[in-house]
């Protein structure tokens, strides 16, 4: 249910100067809408990229994000709006023929008029100690805010702006931390063994719990300062909420949404080409996940809280055979 228009104009610069092997850039824009016609994406973006004398690479991008009218928010119901936000992203990679190649992503964004931001802080570095081994690692650190993080939604009469409805929102702190490795070796032409593992560790805090004012409008209405009254039960981990207070709505509960999720993936794949086409598979699979509704980022608890839960092997061979020469 959209139509989409993107439009580019960019430049290429490849002959080496004393400055940069090569260089590009690009600026442009991009749209969407519905097939009601509401316009739910308003894009500027430009990027920019440079490769110097010494093989490193720089990549730098801006994007500046308009309100628009969002059709999914609701999760199936009325049309309300999301605040635009700017967007920038830095990136720098060393040689990619070095025995050590180090890169670094910096991303970071801000709500127009919402008050919320957005940083991610992603280094790594591959190794690649002999020419049959390859080793990456990947760590991540992100911290995001947003101020229409959808909740629920119950039925009420008295909500006829919505229909019948009320669907609630929040405002939402979360921070996320991970490191991805992966492990490549060639033992033999004939002989690979592939290694992935993520430690996964996510927290989300709900505050100020709100409902849109009017379908199409960014204006909200927070419960317990601009509307109505809000609490909380410790013992049944629920907040309860009178839209209209003494008025004619009736009251509403709904569970703490917040969260803390520790985990650890990680697969092993044993390849072994036993004659030309014809190959055996053996893979390995451990999940361990396990989540409480604490919604605070403590790193030392929750990297313990993975190793504590009962973790799920999977045990799987893969068989082909080349019929013929």
């Known amino acids: 249910d959209y139509t989409w228009f993107n439009g580019n104009i960019g430049g290429s610069w490849t002959v080496p100067t004393r400055w940069y092997r090569s260089s590009f850039t690009t600026i442009g824009g991009s749209t969407e809408y519905t097939f009601d016609g509401d316009r739910t994406r308003a894009t500027l973006q430009a990027f920019f990229q440079m490769e ?41 990679s060393t040689d990619a023929r070095s025995a050590a190649v180090f890169d670094v992503v910096v991303e970071g964004a801000r709500g127009r008029g919402d008050g919320t931001h957005y940083f991610s802080f992603k280094p790594g570095v591959a190794l690649k100690p002999a020419s049959n081994v390859f080793i990456q690692f990947s760590p991540g650190y992100t911290r995001d805010q947003k101020s ?150 403590d790193f030392g608890r929750a990297r313990r809280a993975i190793f504590d839960q009962r973790p799920l092997n999977v045990f799987q061979i893969k068989a082909t055979y080349w019929i013929g020469r």
């Open 148 to 297: 229409e993080q959808y909740v629920t939604s119950v039925d009420d009469p008295t909500a006829t702006a919505f229909y019948g409805h009320r669907y609630v929102f929040s405002y939402i702190e979360t921070t996320t931390v991970s490191l991805t490795t992966r492990i490549n070796w060639t033992f033999t032409p004939n002989l690979t063994q592939k290694l992935f593992a993520q430690p996964f560790i996510a927290s989300g805090d709900y505050s100020s719990f709100r409902e849109f004012a009017a379908p199409r409008t960014l204006q909200k209405r927070v419960y317990g300062e601009d509307m109505g009254t809000i609490s909380y039960d410790e013992v049944a981990s629920q907040y309860t909420v009178d839209p209209d207070d003494a008025g004619s709505a009736e009251a509403f509960s709904f569970a703490n949404p917040d969260f803390t999720t520790s985990a650890l993936r990680g697969t092993a794949v044993l390849r072994w080409e036993y004659r030309p086409g014809s190959t055996l598979f053996f893979v390995w699979t451990q999940e361990r996940a396990g989540s409480d509704p604490s919604g605070d980022f």
């Open 52 to 92: 110097f004398l010494n093989n490193w690479r720089v990549r730098m991008m801006a994007i500046h994000n308009g309100a628009s009218f969002d059709d999914r928010l609701t999760r199936g119901g009325p049309v309300v709006m999301r605040a635009g936000y700017d967007v920038g992203v830095f990136q720098l």
